[in-house]
Nanobody
Framework: QVQLVESGGGSVPAGGSLKLSCAVS????????MGWFRQVQGKEREDVAA????????YYADSVRGRFTISQDNGQNTVYLQMNSLKPEDTATYYC?????????????????????????????WGQGTLVTVSS
């Protein structure tokens, strides 16, 4: 069974940076759609970024494009989210999510697939979340 464990959250001032990590275990699939979504308590979840692990193709939400970078380290079975130029509105709990052996093979299609599966509560795996707080 696939397990995801996030780490790296914390408190930073606006304009600062954080790098989140998502450690993947129990995953032997050749490829996957991996992504990050975030949630502020009382608000809807927002999909942030996705990567197709087969070739590293990525896609981002408009709200973070140019500031966040999703990447993977296949040797370490880890997916990262580098967050730069953080804004107070980025404050949220960030979750890592996975869909294994997807038919979709691009960053944008992974982004859509992860969002759909999240809304349907049918992700293959997601983590416990890590809190990011950005102060103004």
């Amino acid at each position: 069974q696939v397990q995801l464990v996030e780490s790296g959250g914390g408190s930073v001032p606006a304009g600062g940076s954080l790098k989140l990590s998502c450690a993947v275990s129990g995953h032997t699939a050749v490829s996957a759609c991996m992504g990050w979504f975030r949630q502020v308590q009382g608000k809807e979840r927002e999909d942030v970024a996705a990567v197709y692990t087969g070739d590293g193709d990525t896609y981002y939400a408009d709200s973070v494009r140019g500031r966040f970078t999703i990447s993977q380290d296949n040797g370490q079975n880890t997916v990262y989210l580098q967050m730069n130029s953080l804004k107070p509105e980025d404050t949220a709990t960030y979750y890592c999510a996975a869909v294994l052996r997807p038919n979709e093979r691009s960053g944008v299609n992974c982004f859509i697939l992860l969002a759909m599966r999240r809304l349907a509560n049918s992700l293959d795996a997601w983590g416990q979340g890590t809190l990011v707080t950005v102060s103004s």
